[in-house]
């Protein structure tokens, strides 16, 4: 058994959802998103990201980082 089978993760995650994941203010969330480094997507007026967005956003500063 894998250990996604025992930690489900959400498709979608929102704004508030985003920083709270991430642990960041709104203000540095969409500075990852304007950077580039956070991919998003907006359903009507609300903005949503995936798990894996989260994790690439996650990869991507860690590898700025470590230079």
Do not use: V, W
Not at 28 to 43: A, P
Not at 50 to 58: G, I, S
Request: hydrophobic content about 35%; proline content about 1%.
């Amino acid at each position: 058994m894998s250990h996604t089978d025992y930690f489900p993760r959400q498709l979608a995650y929102s704004i508030n959802e985003m920083m709270s994941t991430l642990g960041i203010s709104r203000g540095t969330l969409y500075d990852l998103i304007n950077d580039g480094l956070l991919r998003t997507y907006k359903i009507g007026k609300r903005r949503f990201c995936t798990h894996e967005a989260l994790l690439e956003c996650q990869h991507k500063l860690e590898s700025d980082n470590a230079a």
